[in-house]
């Protein structure tokens, strides 16, 4: 029976290929009864790696009716709106925004903590700038723009402002706020700086307010926020190491102590400045940071603080590094017990030293564009708080020649973005924080498919798994299951710290077999069990792992015995790229070609 055929021949066929909040699709049955639901949590906080290779956040439009201002959501204050306006987009959605009386502008009534960007699209109309303004519980942010060259004027405050030209005089204008939001307005302004006309007009359309310190596509919404991007429920079909066919990520839950994953102004340096928004970040955004070295003989680095350890509790700091005008780096655990430190090469991604005090351990991951994300474990021997620090070098060390002082430049520096402090032994995907810790909750998926068995009630699973990191510790709660209506299982866990396993539970749960493979999961595996009545054999990559075992008593899945699933993550990145079921024992030929990597 050729692959193709051997695939149609199943009665569960699930491959990463479709997906929308809430439910993964399955290939097979094609009615809809075999798609697996599928639940996160009720945050935005999960990522994956897209398509394209870059890294997909969910997103959300803050503000509510962001293009019908003249509902009572927006406020008016001497001026007049009027809608059916041409637009950027082609659409007659735009609006005239007149001032009428001095100094006129709509306004929402929003509050918004950590760092968050407002953003609008614009055209001159008799004025040429358009102002912005946030008013916070600190100082007003205020961004001005000439609508008629694509210039950001001199006035106002805010940690960055843009405006992009997008075709027919419209612009794209954004400003970025650190600080906690009261409202936002939109203003016609005469000039830079100077909203004290009484009768000019600019026109407006899609408004968004987001957290991030750049504005994404624009997102419309009504009487609620909107959403868009990775939802909370839904799977993530993550496309990592340049994948073209995507595996289901599946991890357990974590959360990222770190408050500011991206906005590293709002932590202390040393001899060192930060610029936010310098360049292009592995989301394909332009939020990532340069960290710029001083002119002194010292240390150079920022330091991201209160995070909590945990005597002989592993911690990961992970943290996405590219190279600027430095090419070396270090990282630094402070207070674990003492200052583990680690020194790498950002053109390569080569780890060039490693102070393994607490256990250090280093590892890097090429993620394109020359970034590379070092992730960078420690056992503490301390309870308490403490720092992890990230440093510019300007020399590669090795052991003997351990460089930390240096005298500056005062202009060279590395790029930054994406740090992350996670209690556990391997790094799990990105969690972007702003403002404050982010708990991304576990992955877990199970579906109510049952379909019955052949004749003589025999079956077979394949479990297809793409590389996955080292899971925290031994588990037997968190697992794939094929359970039968009798109660007997089929069950895929990481009983083994690095290697697969798998369960047999027959006779009505009295009977319970497991084997556990020499092939690590730090590569890919394909796994075929087929089950008869007394009888199973297990395939791996291609070949029987071992003789035909044999159940003391009968595993009784007669032909009315039907199947139905029970999947939850388990406890370590575990990639599925396929799960089968089939309602018969497959030959060997059948599942060497199966299993075939």
């Not at 005239?96 to 699209?121: I, K, M």
């Amino acid at each position: 029976m050729s692959l193709v055929s051997l695939y149609d021949a199943a009665s569960l066929w699930m491959t990463p290929s479709g997906a929308e909040d809430g439910k993964l699709f399955s290939e097979l049955p094609t009615d809809g009864s075999g798609d697996f639901t599928f639940s996160r949590g009720s945050n935005l906080a999960a990522t994956r790696v897209g398509p394209t290779g870059l890294i997909e956040k969910g997103r959300e439009n803050l503000l509510l009716q962001s293009n019908s201002f003249s509902t009572v959501t927006w406020a008016k204050s001497d001026s007049i709106i009027a809608g059916g306006q041409s637009g950027y987009d082609g659409s007659s959605d735009a609006w005239l925004l007149s001032q009428d009386g001095g100094s006129g502008y709509v306004e929402q009534a929003v509050s918004q903590s950590g760092v968050y960007t407002l953003s609008v699209y614009a055209k001159a109309g008799s004025y040429d700038w358009l102002r912005m303004r946030i008013n916070t519980t600190g100082a007003t942010q205020n961004g001005y723009y000439d609508l008629s060259n694509g210039t950001i004027g001199g006035n106002g405050l805010g940690v960055d402002k843009t405006i992009e030209s997008i075709g027919g005089g419209w612009y794209k204008c954004s400003i970025t706020s650190a600080t906690q939001s009261t409202s936002i307005r939109i203003y016609p302004a005469f000039e830079d700086g100077d909203i004290s006309g009484t009768s000019g007009n600019i026109y407006i359309q899609d408004t968004q307010l987001e957290v991030g310190l750049a504005a994404t596509d624009y997102i419309e919404t009504g009487a609620t926020t909107g959403k868009a991007g990775l939802l909370e429920d839904e799977p993530r079909l993550d496309y990592s190491g340049g994948a073209t066919c995507p595996s289901l990520l599946l991890e357990p839950q974590r959360t990222n102590q770190v408050q500011n994953s991206e906005y590293y102004e709002s932590y202390a340096t040393n001899s060192a400045s930060i610029n936010s928004n310098a360049t292009t970040s592995p989301e394909g955004l332009q939020n990532a940071a340069e960290l710029i070295e001083d002119s002194s003989n010292d240390n150079h680095f920022f330091r991201i603080p209160n995070l909590s350890f945990t005597s002989g509790t592993d911690v990961v700091f992970s943290v996405y590094l590219k190279e600027n005008t430095r090419r070396y780096a270090r990282l630094r655990f402070d207070n674990t017990g003492g200052n583990t430190r680690v020194w790498v090469d950002l053109r390569t991604g080569e780890i060039t030293f490693i102070d393994n005090t607490n256990n250090g351990v280093c590892t890097s991951t090429d993620v394109g564009n020359g970034w590379f994300r070092y992730e960078f474990k420690v056992t503490p021997s301390n309870t308490g708080t403490g720092s992890v620090q990230v440093f510019t070098q300007s020399v590669e060390s090795v052991t003997g020649s351990l460089q930390t002082i240096y005298q500056g430049d005062g202009t060279s520096g590395i790029y930054v973005w994406g740090a992350q402090v996670e209690q556990g032994s391997y790094p799990t995907s990105y969690i972007p924080t702003y403002g404050s810790s982010v708990t991304r909750s576990r992955d877990d998926m199970d579906t109510t498919f049952s379909s019955p068995l052949a004749t003589n009630g025999n079956v077979s699973v394949l479990f297809d798994f793409g590389a996955a990191y080292i899971s925290d510790a031994n588990s037997t709660t968190n697992n794939l299951e094929f359970v039968f209506d009798n109660g007997d299982k089929i069950i895929y866990n990481q009983n083994s710290v690095s290697q697969h396993r798998i369960e047999l539970n027959v006779n009505g749960g009295t009977e319970f077999i497991y084997k556990t493979f020499g092939i690590l999961r730090s590569v890919p595996s394909k796994i075929c069990v087929v089950v008869t009545n007394k009888t199973y054999r297990i395939f791996v990559n291609g070949e029987l792992t071992s003789s035909v075992g044999y159940f003391t008593g009968t595993a009784d899945w007669t032909a009315a015995e039907r199947f139905a699933s029970d999947i939850n993550e388990p406890i370590g990145v575990t990639p599925i790229k396929q799960l089968l079921l089939f309602p018969t024992a497959l030959t060997d030929s059948e599942c060497i070609a199966l299993t075939q990597l």
